[in-house]
C-alpha cells in the first residue's frame, strides 16, 4: 500500500480488526513517522445475515430498509413509538387521532341516583387523565392494558356525592406479556417489572423487600420470585386492542404497514444528515513546493504548525509554491422533492388523506377524507367505550348497584354538523322522519331527553323559571313570562302621547344605509361560497337529488343570517320608545315573530326557484353542473333586494311594537313623492291600523313613504 503498511489483519464473524504503520515521513506535520494505529469494523453489513440483531455499516449507521418486520409484538411496540418520535407525518396522524378522540364522557342512566353515583366516581378518579393517555396509546402500540385499583376510602364529590376511591393506571406495553391457551379462554396477563426491581426481588435485598412491602396485598402474593413478574388479577386488568383477531395476543401496532416507506425516508434524511456535515467539515488539502522549488524541512514544519494553532486568524507569508484548495460535495442533494413519493406513500399507508392533515385538497376530496378519519375515531371510541361500560359493571357489582351507565362520547365534530342537522330538521318538519331519529343523530339518547324535558316542565309551570326566550317555543301564549307572573316593575305608558319625532318613521335613518350595506354583503358572500361549493359537488356528483337537498342547506344558512340581522334591527328600533325588555311585551314577541316568519318565506322561495331552475335546464339535456352555476347566476340579482328589504321590515315592524306599547293605534300614510309608485299616492294621506301597516309597508323595494302614528279615539 505504498506509504501505508498493514501489519495485522483479522476477521471474526461480523467484526473486523486491523492494525498498520504509516511509514512516509511526507505525513510528518499530520502523524508523527513511523506511527502504528488499529481500527475495527463492527457489524459490517452482511446482506446474507436475516438475524434481529441490529446490524450497521462501516460508519456504524444502523441499516433499516434491508431488515425484515419485526414479528415479536414487543419490538413491533417500541420501533412504532420510535417512528411516532421522529417521524413528522406519523406523529400527526397520531396526533390529530387521539385529540380529536378525547372528549369529556357523559354517564346515561334512567335511574337518577345511579347517574349521581357514577357521575361522583368520574370526578373524584383520575379517568379524565386516563382516557386520554388510552387513547394516545391506542393509536401509537394499538394495544393498551388499564389496572383499576379500588373500591378505597369514600371521599365526597364537588357535587357532594360520597363514593369509594378508584384510580386506574396504563400499563407499559412493553413490560405486558400474555400467556396461555386462547383457544380455552385461559390466557393470563404478566407484568415484568424493571430490572433492578425484579434483581433485588430475587436476591431478597432489603431494597426489594421494601418494594415489596408497598404493594397492595394481593399484588405482592402474585409476584413470581422466579423470574420477577407479576400476574396480574383478571377482574382488574383489561386489554383494549385494535383490529385484534380472537386468536392473536396482541394486535399489530397500524404503524406497522408503512415500515417499508419509513425505513426508505429514514435513510433518505440520513443521506442529508451526512451530506450537510460534508458541507459544514469540509476537506482542506495544503500543498506547497513543486519540481522545481522543492519544499524545505523548516518549510513543512513551518505550515504544520500554523495549521496546528487555534487561532482562527492567520498570518502568513510565502512564496508563490504555497496552495489551499477546499473540497466540499456538491448541495443539490438537498433537493426536497425526492420526499415526495415517500411522504405519499405513508400518508397513503394511514388510510388518511393529506387533506386531513394539511390545506390540500378540494371540497369534495376533503369532504370524503373527513369522513373517513370519522370511522377511524368511531371505531376507537367503540374499544374504549367497551372498556369503561365493563368497569362500570364491575364497580356496580362491588357496590351493590342494581344497573349501571352506558357511556356517550361527545359527537365528532369534524363534519359540517349545522349542514346536517338542517337538513334533518328540514326532514322532520315535513313529517319525514321521527324525533327519535334527530335526537339519536345529534347524539342524544331519546329516553333520557325525554325524561329531562318533563322535569323542565314541571319546573316551568310550578316555578317559572327556565322559560324559553324563543317566540318558536311559546305554543298557545306569548313569550316572556310565565302564566301569573308579575312584571318586575311596572311599565310607563300613556293614553294621550304627545306628538314627537319618534312618531313619524322614515326609511332613511342614521345608521340604516350602513347595516342594509353590510347585510348585503354578508349575504352575498354567503350566495357566492355557496354557489362555488354546489358547483364542486355537481362535478363529482352524479345524483341530481343529492345536490338539490344540499341546497337545502343555502335556505337555513340564509335564515340563520337574515334572523340575526332581523332581530338586532328590530330590537334596536322598538328601544328607542320603550326602555325594557321586548320578550316582556307580548306584542313585540308577536311582532318579531311575523316579520321572521315573512323573511323565511321569502328565503324559501328563492331557494325553491333555484333547485325548479336546475331541474329544468337538466330536464333539457344540459348537464348538471352548468345547470347548477346557470341557477345562481340567474336569482343573483334577488340578494340585495334581500338586504334592503330585510332592514326596513324589521325597523317597521321594530317600530310598530314600539308604537303600540306607548298607545298608538294607527298611522297615517304620507308620501314623499319621491321614488313614488301609484300605490304610494293613493295611500297618501289616508289612515290604516297598524296591524293593517305591517302588511302594507313598504309598498314597494325603494318606497320612501313616511308613517305618522296616532292613537285613534
Not at 25 to 35: D, Q
Not at 109 to 128: G, P, R
Not at 390 to 416: C, D, G, H, M, W
Not at 441 to 463: M, S, W
Request: charged share 30%; net charge negative; proline share 5%.
Amino acid at each position: 500500500m505504498g506509504d501505508v503498511e498493514i501489519l495485522e489483519k483479522k476477521i471474526e464473524g461480523n467484526q473486523g480488526y486491523i492494525t498498520a504503520r504509516v511509514n512516509s515521513p511526507a505525513f510528518g506535520f499530520v502523524v508523527p513517522f513511523g506511527y502504528t494505529a488499529s481500527a475495527n469494523v463492527r457489524y459490517k453489513y452482511d446482506p446474507t445475515n436475516y438475524t434481529n440483531k441490529p446490524r450497521y455499516n462501516s460508519t456504524f449507521v444502523p441499516i433499516y430498509d434491508v431488515e425484515p418486520i419485526p414479528q415479536d409484538f414487543h419490538e413491533q411496540a417500541a420501533l412504532a413509538r420510535f417512528y411516532y418520535h421522529t417521524e413528522p407525518i406519523t406523529a400527526t396522524v397520531i396526533d390529530v387521532l387521539t385529540q380529536f378522540s378525547i372528549s369529556d364522557i357523559e354517564n346515561v342512566c334512567k335511574d337518577k341516583k345511579v347517574k349521581e353515583f357514577y357521575d361522583a366516581i368520574y370526578d373524584t378518579s383520575n379517568l379524565k387523565e386516563i382516557i386520554k393517555a388510552v387513547f394516545f396509546e391506542y393509536y401509537v402500540s394499538a394495544n393498551v392494558w388499564s389496572y383499576r385499583y379500588g373500591p378505597g376510602d369514600y371521599v365526597i364529590s364537588p357535587k357532594g356525592v360520597s363514593v369509594p376511591t378508584y384510580k386506574w393506571n396504563i400499563l407499559n406495553p412493553a413490560k405486558v406479556n400474555v400467556k396461555g391457551s386462547l383457544f380455552f379462554d385461559q390466557q393470563e396477563t404478566t407484568l415484568t417489572l424493571d430490572d433492578e426491581i425484579r434483581e433485588a426481588i430475587m436476591r431478597d435485598t432489603e431494597e426489594g423487600r421494601r418494594f415489596l412491602r408497598s404493594l397492595p396485598d394481593d399484588i405482592r402474593r402474585s409476584i413470581n420470585k422466579q423470574d420477577g413478574s407479576i400476574t396480574l388479577d383478571p377482574e382488574r386488568v383489561y386489554h383494549i386492542a385494535r383490529n385484534k383477531m380472537p386468536f392473536q395476543r396482541y394486535a399489530v401496532p397500524f404503524i406497522m404497514r408503512n415500515i417499508g416507506p419509513l425505513r426508505v425516508k429514514q435513510k433518505l434524511m440520513e443521506m442529508d444528515l451526512s451530506t450537510a456535515d460534508g458541507v459544514i467539515n469540509q476537506l482542506v488539502t495544503v500543498t506547497c513546493g513543486n519540481d522545481e522549488h522543492p519544499a524545505t524541512t523548516e518549510q513543512l514544519e513551518a505550515l504544520a504548525e500554523l495549521l496546528q494553532t487555534p487561532s482562527k486568524a492567520y498570518a502568513l507569508v510565502w512564496d508563490h509554491t504555497l496552495k489551499l484548495q477546499f473540497h466540499k460535495p456538491e448541495a443539490q442533494f438537498f433537493d426536497p422533492k425526492k420526499y415526495e413519493q415517500v411522504n405519499r406513500d405513508i400518508a397513503a399507508g394511514y388510510g388518511i388523506a393529506k387533506s386531513v392533515i394539511s390545506d390540500n385538497g378540494t371540497y369534495a376530496s376533503q369532504n370524503v377524507s373527513v369522513k373517513s378519519l370519522i370511522r377511524w375515531l368511531e371505531w376507537g371510541r367503540e374499544d374504549v367505550k367497551r372498556w369503561l361500560e365493563r368497569e362500570y359493571r364491575i364497580i356496580a357489582e362491588e357496590n351493590n348497584l342494581s344497573t349501571y351507565p352506558t357511556i356517550r362520547f361527545k359527537k365528532v365534530s369534524l363534519q359540517e354538523e349545522k349542514d346536517i342537522r338542517n337538513i334533518l330538521f328540514q326532514m322532520h318538519d315535513r313529517g319525514m322522519i321521527s324525533s327519535e331519529t334527530v335526537v339519536k343523530e345529534a347524539g342524544y339518547d331519546f329516553e333520557v331527553e325525554k325524561d329531562r324535558l318533563r322535569e323542565e316542565k314541571t319546573i316551568r309551570e310550578k316555578e317559572g323559571i327556565l322559560v324559553p326566550g324563543s317566540p318558536y317555543q311559546q305554543p298557545g301564549r306569548p313569550a316572556g313570562r310565565p302564566d301569573g307572573a308579575e312584571d318586575s316593575e311596572p311599565r310607563t305608558r300613556d293614553d294621550e302621547p304627545e306628538p314627537h319625532g319618534a312618531s313619524v318613521y322614515s326609511i332613511f335613518k342614521a345608521n340604516k344605509e350602513d347595516k342594509i350595506e353590510d347585510y348585503t354583503e354578508e349575504l352575498l358572500e354567503l350566495y357566492n361560497s355557496f354557489a362555488e361549493k354546489i358547483a364542486e359537488m355537481a362535478q363529482d356528483e352524479d345524483d341530481l337529488e343529492t345536490i338539490l337537498l344540499a341546497i337545502l342547506i343555502l335556505r337555513d344558512e340564509m335564515k340563520s343570517v337574515s334572523n340575526a340581522y332581523i332581530t338586532d334591527t328590530f330590537i334596536d328600533e322598538y328601544t328607542k320608545l320603550i326602555d325594557g325588555d321586548y320578550t316582556d311585551d307580548p306584542i313585540a314577541v308577536e311582532y318579531l315573530t311575523k316579520v321572521l316568519k315573512w323573511n323565511d318565506f321569502y328565503v324559501s322561495r328563492l331557494v325553491t326557484d333555484i333547485q325548479n331552475d336546475i331541474n329544468v335546464s337538466t330536464g333539457n339535456g344540459l348537464d348538471v353542473s352548468q345547470a347548477v352555476k346557470d341557477a345562481f347566476d340567474a336569482n343573483r340579482y334577488r340578494i340585495p333586494m334581500f338586504g334592503n328589504e330585510d332592514i326596513r321590515k324589521a325597523e317597521f315592524y321594530g317600530t310598530s311594537a314600539g308604537q303600540k306599547a306607548i298607545g298608538n293605534t294607527h298611522g297615517y300614510w304620507i308620501c314623499t313623492f319621491r321614488n313614488s309608485c301609484e300605490v304610494c299616492i293613493d295611500r297618501h294621506g289616508n289612515s290604516y291600523s297598524i296591524e293593517e301597516l305591517l302588511d302594507m309597508y313598504p309598498a314597494h323595494n325603494w318606497c320612501e313613504c313616511l308613517i305618522s302614528f296616532y292613537k285613534k279615539i
